[in-house]
């Protein structure tokens, strides 16, 4: 952990994998709701009711993380997306949740990627190297979102279909 001023959430070590700009614009509470990625993230999931089909899954709330399908008696977290456009921000975020689980000394054993849209689920487990690499993560989203300014804008795949399209693209 960092310090308990600089909570690093899932959204955030996923946005970091995505674009440094989104992060930090996210991170200053600058953020399009009416086009927001996350919006139409929990829209797509609440249309998908029978993801809530048994009890054993839990919200849980722990340090900058919030898990919204936690599986306490096998030690499962699972995460749901709507495409896999962004799987490797996707699997950041998860491994970070299965982390900071860890880091708390909350039994966990691994995660579950769903796409329910195309039928399928991805398996995700903690290795050594994650364990090696997710502090330092942490460190950049912390100095990044710390930046005076905005990262410099640079053009990605991604670009269209971001929230902050308008925001970065126009004049
Ligand atoms: S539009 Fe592109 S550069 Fe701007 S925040 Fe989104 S992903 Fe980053």
Redesign the pocket.
């Known amino acids: 952990m960092t310090n308990s001023s600089t909570l690093v959430t899932g959204t955030q070590i996923a946005y970091f994998h ?2 440094h ?2 992060l930090w ?1 996210f991170a200053h509470n600058i953020k399009m709701e009416q086009h927001s990625d996350l919006v139409a993230e929990g829209k797509f999931i609440d249309e998908h009711s029978y993801l809530k089909r048994a009890d054993r899954w839990q919200e849980l709330s722990i340090e900058g993380i919030k898990i919204d399908h936690f599986d306490a008696q096998r030690g499962i977290v699972r995460e749901v997306k709507k495409s896999r456009k962004k799987e490797h921000a996707h699997r950041a975020q998860l491994l970070y949740y299965l982390y900071v689980l860890e880091r708390n000394e909350i039994p966990v054993s691994h995660g579950l990627l769903e796409y329910p849209k195309l039928r399928q689920t991805e398996e995700v487990w903690l290795t050594d190297e994650d364990r090696r690499l997710i502090p330092l993560w942490e460190a950049e989203v912390v100095r990044i979102i710390q930046l005076e300014s905005c990262p410099a ?4 795949p ?2 269209k279909n ?1 929230s ?2 308008e925001f ?1 693209f126009s004049a």
Request: aromatic letters at 14%; glycine letters at 0%; one cysteine or more.
């Open positions: 995505l674009c700009r989104k614009l804008l640079v053009k990605k991604i670009c971001c902050y399209y970065c």
